[in-house]
């Protein structure tokens, strides 16, 4: 930050990064951090011009817009609105978004525990404050490394009610969003379900027949090994789901002709991705195995699993270069991250998600390349890693009731593409009307995936009445005829910071 932004007083430092955010920092050694953070990317993004007062414990700092009041002692922080000071607490957040609505129905999750919609950049006061005090140093060289004990480093947003103007200079802090590739716009098709190369084939050429469009073809976690692992690999340390929840070699039972498979699909205007669950590592059993091991220093006579391990940057280049790259170049488009256990790693703090989202994003965009994942939320920031799987939902009226409402909610933290099961997950009775309803909805919605469990029915119009298929077909051919519509905004989002899908009060200062 250059100096001309920054006031210091003892060990704390305050840095005006624009009008309306103000930055606190307090570091015991009175050394402060300048370089990007997980969340921060960019704090010198426009020129301010501000006065600096300071008596005894409190500093005011008067920007164009703003007055601020900081306690240097407790680094409270007060903006002046209208004849009031008021604080973060004196106010009602608008919240923000949430990690995953796995086994959720509507505000509900298993065990019966809420939502957590976490907080937003807005508030009822017009005053939010956010904590990056736990965020890790990102380094030029790709990797981390930790905040050293004890710092505070918190932002301040005091944007009133200018949700727009507000969520932009977010955007010009925190990075854009990126844009997506057209195809993520269209219908998809998923299933969790162990399809056979013709049977999954045979699907979408009904699809065409029945003029049904689509443009991504999922493809779950059934096309590598998973009932056919070793029984070696049982006594192996696994997920609770079992030896097989983690891998990378095609199930050539199902996939004879896996290249030709994608080849097919590609020919049909799909295009494809393929679901991950990397936590397990990679086992003796791996066709990848042997190559994997030596990269990582291990020999391969000894059967000892590659260990999954975001924080070591030699397992991430071969994660990519030997796990990933040869499917890619073989026909897999992109990538759908399917972590789902928990936030601890090698590094305290160092969540595997957030890893997981931006090693990806960043290997993606290789190349030129238009970068492109489905994962879910980690946190602020994570709208630089798009797209969100909000995660395994039951097949619930209160389950579509909440996602309309839970994804303009997003947009206030600047996270504006969410993936939703459409139809819902798993424990689904065939309601056509639920069935109905959820497609239109997902029509409408910044991404529209059909999905299902594979113990619930399938999603395809025709399994639902004739009524309801007539009426989700016109939908689904109105998804693709909104393309242009949706490409435009898609570009807006990147460019202009304008999110498709935004709470009312957002929309209404456009």
């Given at each position: 930050?250059?100096?001309?932004?920054?006031?210091?007083?003892?060990?704390?430092?305050?840095?005006?990064?624009?009008?309306?955010?103000?930055?606190v920092?307090?570091?015991?050694?009175?050394?402060?951090?300048?370089?990007?953070?997980?969340?921060?990317?960019?704090r010198?993004?426009?020129?301010?011009?501000?006065?600096?007062?300071?008596?005894?414990?409190?500093?005011?700092?008067?920007?164009?817009?703003?007055?601020?009041?900081?306690?240097?002692?407790?680094?409270?922080?007060?903006?002046?609105?209208?004849e009031?000071?008021?604080?973060e607490?004196?106010?009602?957040?608008?919240?923000?978004?949430?990690?995953?609505l796995?086994?959720?129905?509507g505000?509900?999750?298993?065990?019966?525990?809420?939502?957590?919609?976490?907080?937003?950049?807005?508030s009822?006061?017009?005053?939010?404050?956010?904590?990056?005090?736990?965020?890790?140093i990102?380094?030029?060289?790709?990797?981390?490394?930790?905040?050293?004990?004890?710092?505070?480093?918190?932002?301040?947003?005091?944007?009133?009610?200018?949700?727009?103007?507000?969520?932009?200079?977010?955007?010009?802090?925190?990075?854009?969003?990126?844009?997506?590739?057209?195809?993520?716009?269209?219908?998809?098709?998923?299933r969790?379900?162990?399809?056979?190369?013709?049977?999954?084939?045979?699907?979408?050429?009904?699809?065409?027949?029945?003029?049904?469009?689509?443009?991504?073809?999922?493809?779950?976690?059934?096309?590598?090994?998973?009932?056919?692992?070793?029984?070696?690999?049982?006594?192996?340390?696994?997920?609770?789901?079992?030896?097989?929840?983690?891998?990378y070699?095609?199930?050539?039972?199902?996939?004879?002709?896996?290249?030709?498979?994608?080849?097919?699909?590609?020919?049909?205007?799909?295009a494809?991705?393929?679901?991950?669950?990397?936590?397990?590592?990679?086992?003796f059993?791996?066709?990848?195995?042997?190559?994997?091991?030596?990269?990582?220093?291990?020999?391969?006579?000894?059967?000892?699993?590659?260990?999954?391990?975001?924080?070591?940057?030699q397992?991430?280049?071969?994660?990519?270069?030997?796990?990933?790259?040869?499917?890619?170049?073989?026909?897999?488009?992109?990538?759908?991250?399917?972590?789902?256990?928990?936030?601890?790693?090698?590094?305290?703090?160092?969540?595997?998600?957030?890893?997981?989202?931006h090693?990806?994003?960043?290997?993606?965009?290789?190349?030129?390349?238009?970068?492109?994942?489905?994962?879910?939320?980690?946190?602020?920031?994570?709208?630089?890693?798009?797209?969100?799987?909000?995660g395994?939902?039951?097949?619930?009226?209160?389950?579509?009731?909440?996602?309309?409402?839970?994804?303009?909610?997003?947009?206030?933290?600047?996270?504006?593409?969410?993936?939703?099961?459409?139809?819902?997950?798993?424990?689904g009775?065939?309601?056509?009307e639920?069935?109905?309803?959820?497609?239109?909805?997902?029509?409408?919605?910044?991404?529209?995936?059909?999905h299902?469990?594979?113990t619930?029915?399938?999603?395809?119009?025709?399994?639902?009445?004739?009524?309801?298929?007539?009426?989700?077909?016109e939908?689904?051919?109105?998804?693709?005829?909104?393309?242009?519509?949706?490409?435009?905004?898609?570009?807006?989002?990147a460019r202009?910071g304008?999110?498709?899908?935004m709470?009312?009060?957002?929309?209404?200062?456009?």
């Amino acid at each position: 930050i250059p100096s001309d932004k920054t006031a210091v007083f003892g060990n704390v430092r305050i840095s005006v990064i624009t009008d309306r955010i103000l930055r606190v920092e307090r570091s015991d050694d009175g050394v402060f951090e300048d370089r990007p953070t997980q969340t921060v990317l960019d704090r010198d993004f426009t020129k301010t011009k501000f006065t600096i007062d300071k008596k005894d414990d409190k500093v005011l700092v008067l920007t164009g817009s703003k007055v601020f009041s900081v306690n240097t002692s407790t680094l409270e922080v007060r903006v002046k609105r209208g004849e009031k000071w008021v604080r973060e607490k004196d106010g009602r957040n608008l919240k923000g978004t949430a990690r995953t609505l796995d086994f959720s129905w509507g505000k509900w999750q298993l065990p019966s525990i809420r939502v957590d919609m976490g907080k937003g950049l807005f508030s009822t006061v017009g005053v939010v404050e956010f904590d990056d005090s736990q965020s890790f140093i990102l380094l030029e060289d790709g990797s981390v490394e930790m905040r050293k004990e004890g710092v505070v480093d918190k932002y301040i947003f005091a944007f009133d009610d200018d949700y727009l103007g507000g969520l932009k200079e977010f955007y010009s802090l925190t990075g854009a969003t990126p844009v997506l590739p057209k195809y993520a716009l269209g219908n998809w098709w998923s299933r969790y379900h162990a399809y056979t190369q013709e049977e999954y084939l045979d699907l979408m050429g009904k699809f065409r027949e029945k003029n049904i469009p689509l443009t991504v073809a999922t493809i779950d976690m059934d096309w590598h090994l998973v009932k056919d692992v070793p029984k070696e690999a049982h006594k192996l340390p696994h997920s609770f789901q079992g030896p097989g929840w983690t891998g990378y070699t095609f199930n050539k039972k199902l996939f004879p002709d896996y290249k030709g498979f994608f080849k097919e699909l590609k020919g049909m205007g799909l295009a494809v991705t393929m679901n991950l669950h990397p936590k397990d590592g990679i086992r003796f059993f791996e066709e990848q195995y042997e190559e994997m091991a030596r990269a990582n220093g291990i020999d391969p006579t000894t059967k000892k699993t590659v260990e999954f391990d975001f924080t070591d940057m030699q397992f991430v280049r071969s994660y990519f270069d030997i796990l990933h790259h040869p499917y890619e170049d073989d026909g897999v488009d992109f990538w759908w991250i399917d972590w789902q256990q928990g936030k601890k790693s090698k590094l305290k703090g160092f969540d595997p998600l957030w890893a997981l989202n931006h090693y990806h994003t960043l290997d993606a965009g290789r190349e030129g390349r238009r970068p492109l994942i489905l994962s879910r939320y980690a946190g602020v920031g994570s709208h630089r890693y798009p797209l969100g799987f909000s995660g395994d939902t039951f097949v619930k009226w209160a389950s579509l009731k909440l996602q309309p409402y839970f994804t303009s909610t997003a947009s206030n933290v600047g996270y504006t593409w969410w993936s939703h099961d459409i139809g819902g997950h798993i424990f689904g009775n065939g309601d056509s009307e639920l069935y109905t309803r959820w497609v239109q909805y997902g029509v409408f919605s910044p991404i529209n995936r059909l999905h299902s469990n594979n113990t619930s029915l399938s999603k395809e119009p025709w399994l639902y009445g004739e009524k309801a298929e007539k009426i989700t077909t016109e939908f689904l051919r109105l998804r693709h005829r909104l393309l242009p519509y949706l490409y435009t905004a898609n570009i807006r989002t990147a460019r202009d910071g304008e999110p498709l899908v935004m709470p009312l009060k957002l929309i209404r200062i456009m």
